[in-house]
């Protein structure tokens, strides 16, 4: 491919996501957002509705549900999500509060699968959010299993960004804080991502021992105290050890 292609195709996924970030918008705020002419960003936008994955309603562009579609047949091709969906369910059921999924891609966390148990307070999270590695319960029950070197090189691409005051931001302390995690078999992180919430995640490791994910449990601080937190540990724990044997069987 060459270079004027592979601008051509970064241009194309740049529109993309600022329609799915910002919502509809028209070709001349687009253009003025995005420092492109208006025509390339009209070829764009052309080529894209041909695709199916673009749309236009009077005079603004909005991304389809295509991208629904490709996202479902992307996560059920996830031999994890195979084999730990059903372990989901049950932990959302078991502790009452928020469950997901989460897997690493490039070097980030990315929600899988959600469910809410019955006192699940509405997180607005949703299957393809990514968040950072380091701000997260599940992020630092896979950091934990990833190699030393490994995770400098994902600190070194993004930095320990501070996503509320309790975020971890120095190497040293994050590093300590994966040794405890590792130790123990589960991480925890109060207000670290979402202030207010604790929440709890276990990793998931095949045979071989790599991190093929983490399940984890969202509440309020209100309600989770101490006694809970470990009652809820056990649970994620569990279902990550059923889901590491499901994944010998998918």
Do not use: W
């Not at 919502?23 to 960003?41: F, I, K, Y």
């Not at 236009?56 to 047949?73: A, C, I, N, P």
């Not at 999500?81 to 059921?93: D, H, I, P």
């Not at 207000?191 to 095949?206: K, Q």
């Amino acid at each position: 491919m060459t270079e004027r292609s592979n601008q051509s195709v970064r241009r194309a996924f740049i529109l993309v996501d600022e329609l799915a970030e910002n919502g509809p918008r028209g070709v001349s705020d687009l253009a003025n957002q995005l420092d492109m002419p208006v025509s390339t960003v009209h070829d764009y936008l052309q080529a894209l509705i041909a695709t199916g994955y673009v749309t236009k309603t009077d005079s603004e562009y909005k991304t389809t549900t295509r991208f629904l579609e490709v996202g479902h047949q992307q996560r059920h091709r996830l031999e994890v999500f195979k084999a730990a969906r059903e372990e989901l369910k049950t932990v959302a059921e078991e502790t009452g509060e928020h469950a997901t999924l989460m897997i690493e891609e490039d070097d980030q966390a990315v929600i899988v699968a959600v469910q809410e148990g019955p006192e699940a307070i509405n997180l607005f999270a949703y299957p393809g959010a990514r968040m950072p590695l380091h701000a997260t319960a599940p992020g630092k029950a896979m950091l934990a299993h990833m190699a030393r070197e490994q995770v400098t090189e994902i600190i070194d691409r993004y930095g320990l960004v501070e996503v509320t005051p309790r975020t971890v931001t120095e190497p040293d302390v994050l590093f300590n804080q994966l040794e405890e995690v590792h130790s123990k078999g589960y991480a925890i992180d109060v207000g670290e991502r979402i202030a207010g919430m604790v929440c709890i995640a276990a990793p998931i490791l095949d045979k071989e021992d790599k991190v093929r994910g983490a399940i984890c449990v969202c509440g309020p601080e209100s309600r989770l105290d101490e006694d809970r937190r470990a009652e809820i540990a056990d649970v994620t724990q569990r279902a990550a050890n059923v889901t590491q044997v499901n994944l010998d069987y998918v």
